[in-house]
């Protein structure tokens, strides 16, 4: 008799499941996502780890003047993977660190902006007060033609800042801090929208009804909610930084030659594509697959993150 | 909501007027000397000369004015007089540019015209593909059509095109020699040889500028039309014993095109942006290809002005998108 009654004992006591275990296997079953996901991080591992094993400088080229003629805008061989460009320096080297700089530029320019972005949008839908002003701000940054106004930004503190904090670090810190600034207003509309609805709900009454200053309320009440659509808005993010970023060093206004980005590899290569098209396709595909891989993750977070839909 | 579009008009004043200022200090605190270009060997004295007469030598403000009076009275006026024939602005000093040494707004009107046949003509190719590919595609979700049509969309979302644009440099310009990559401006369409260069040039451009258009408009109207084939409505329609065709082509489609014609009519201004990349890599000369030569050129008169004007695209387009959407649906009409 014992025996029979705590058996099913156990069963009714099953471990809840977390809420990321849910999300983790409603993501899986998008297989788009899936598949962008594991490009994605082949990506971050090609150029994170790829400079170890594959050891040939990327800004090596031969001091001698008959070698570089002959070892120039080579095709794809076994000692250079990927061909050489004009000084013959190696194209996988150089996709390799270009790939270092674009995506660290993505994660931190995303970083900034879902910051940014955040901040406006919590401040503007807790505080009613700020909220008019908050809000006529977004709008402003919105009516700003932002691509011709990042162009002016970097023609204008480009060399000033890099005389005074170095190339790379300058150059580097300009743009993602001119991207961050153009790229908070659609996360900051998206977290007052959802600010304002849980503002409503009754957890947040009950938490305010025992006397829970607003600073504790934002940081342990509200932002964990809304992670959810900041996380989306954060993947997306990457994307645009990333495409922004090789824009503007493809038009030339963004790192100097000496410091290979994707998007100026490819700016170096435009004139040189009817001779040695690789030049051109290697880092275009790049910087295509990185944009498409982080694209089709932010759709499957999108579809997890959603409870609606979660579990159907 | 014709007080709404009044509101609205007058609304728009300050917004403008902020976003010139924001422009207009922007280039000009920046720490760079529009002078640096000039060579060293000029003494300070014909230096100090040259600032002034490039008016650097007024204050901040009084420039600030000028040239909000230039944008809004002089030239205005002296488009009046050029389509009238009438001599208002005689005497007027309009926004001159420091690289052509003639005014920002001769150069381009010059400029106009390229710009619009490329980017005018794919966005109607984008729009006229992607209506037909979203219904579809929401039509028969999750079909192979469907399929094949979101990962394309993926695409045409994800890749750069600066990079679509030079792929089909390499394809059909270098490798099978269809089209020129370089656009010919000063080819006149006269008769049906010039006509068939001209269509041969615009194709590349055209094509890259399409695909991306396309891409984001055929997301939306996919979502919009999922919206609205699940709404109540439609069951009562079939009740009713309609067509397939009626359904979807008359009820569903009418109801799913207001969304996206707002986001149509939104889109506009950000296409003369997008434009500036693909402009540079066709070697089309239109409005994107002289910002960029303006600003390499330190040109600030015509930098500002052309800044000033994708602005004013971008709040003029705005309020278009919200009065369509006003009149296109009764449940929003704001008042």
């Given at each position: 008799m014992t025996e029979a009654t705590a058996a099913p004992a156990p069963q009714a006591l099953r471990p809840p499941r977390s809420q990321w275990r849910d999300v983790w296997d409603q993501f899986r079953t998008h297989k788009g996502a899936l598949a962008g996901l594991t490009v994605f991080i082949f990506i971050v591992l090609f150029v994170a780890v790829g400079p170890l094993i594959w050891r040939i400088s990327p800004t090596a080229s031969p001091t001698d003047a008959l070698t570089l003629i002959r070892s120039k805008?080579?095709?794809?061989?076994?000692?250079?993977p990927l061909g050489t460009d004009q000084l013959a320096r190696d194209l996988l080297a150089r996709m390799m660190a270009g790939g270092k700089i674009s995506i660290a530029v993505g994660l931190t320019a995303m970083a900034l902006s879902i910051f940014l972005g955040t901040l406006v949008g919590v401040l503007a839908g807790y505080f009613r007060r700020l909220d008019g002003p908050l809000m006529r701000l977004t709008d402003l940054f919105l009516a700003l033609p932002l691509l011709p106004l990042l162009l002016v930004m970097m023609l204008l503190f480009r060399d000033p800042i890099a005389s005074r904090l170095g190339v790379e670090a300058g150059t580097f810190l300009l743009i993602v801090s001119a991207i961050g600034i153009t790229s908070w207003m659609q996360c900051a509309r998206i977290v007052r929208g959802e600010v304002l609805a849980l503002k409503e709900r009754e957890f947040v009454l009950a938490a305010k009804s025992i006397g829970t200053p607003p600073r504790r309320m934002i940081l342990r009440h509200i932002l964990p909610n809304i992670m959810s659509p900041i996380m989306v808005a954060a993947t997306l993010g990457i994307a645009n930084a990333i495409i922004t970023e090789s824009a503007l060093s493809f038009l030339g206004?963004?790192?100097?030659?000496?410091?290979?980005t994707w998007g100026r590899l490819l700016n170096d290569a435009v004139d040189l594509m009817q001779e040695t098209p690789g030049l051109v396709i290697f880092p275009g595909i790049a910087i295509s697959l990185t944009v498409l891989s982080v694209n089709y993750i932010g759709d499957g977070l999108r579809d997890a993150l959603d409870p609606r839909i979660r579990g159907r | 909501m014709l007080t709404f579009t009044i509101r609205r008009l007058i609304l728009s004043i300050p917004v403008l007027l902020l976003i010139s200022l924001i422009i207009f200090l922007l280039l000009n605190f920046a720490p760079g000397d529009p002078l640096a270009n000039q060579p060293l060997t000029i003494p300070p004295e014909v230096r100090a000369k040259m600032r002034e007469a490039l008016g650097l030598g007024a204050p901040v403000y009084v420039r600030y004015i000028l040239w909000l009076k230039q944008f809004f009275w002089v030239e205005p006026l002296h488009a009046f007089d050029w389509a009238f024939?009438?001599?208002?602005?005689?005497?007027m000093e309009r926004i001159l540019s420091?690289?052509?040494?003639?005014?920002v707004f001769d150069v381009i009107v010059q400029r106009i015209p390229q710009t619009l046949t490329v980017v005018g003509m794919s966005y109607l190719i984008g729009v006229l593909i992607a209506i037909p590919i979203g219904i579809l595609s929401a039509y028969r979700q999750y079909s192979w059509f469907d399929q094949i049509g979101t990962f394309i969309s993926m695409i045409g979302f994800s890749v750069p095109t600066f990079f679509t644009g030079v792929v089909l440099i390499v394809v059909f310009s270098v490798e099978l020699n269809w089209f020129p990559s370089i656009y010919d401006t000063n080819l006149k369409v006269v008769d049906w040889p010039s006509f068939v260069k001209q269509v041969q040039q615009m194709a590349m451009p055209v094509m890259v500028l399409a695909l991306y258009n396309a891409a984001q408009i055929s997301r939306f109207m996919r979502a919009s039309m999922l919206d609205n084939l699940q709404q109540d409505y439609v069951r009562t329609a079939r009740a009713k014993g309609m067509g397939e065709r009626v359904v979807v082509l008359t009820h569903v489609l009418r109801n799913s095109l207001i969304p996206v014609v707002t986001v149509i009519a939104l889109g506009v201004p950000s296409i003369f942006g997008g434009a500036i990349i693909t402009e540079q890599v066709f070697k089309v000369n239109g409005l994107g290809q002289l910002l960029i030569t303006a600003i390499y050129a330190d040109d600030i008169p015509m930098v500002q002005t052309l800044t000033f004007i994708f602005a004013v695209l971008i709040v003029v387009f705005n309020l278009v998108a919200d009065i369509l959407y006003g009149l296109l649906d009764p449940r929003i009409r704001y008042d």
């Open positions: 805008n080579m095709g794809p061989s076994w000692a250079h206004l963004g790192f100097p030659p000496d410091f290979p | 024939g009438t001599h208002f602005s005689a005497g420091w690289q052509f040494r003639s005014p």
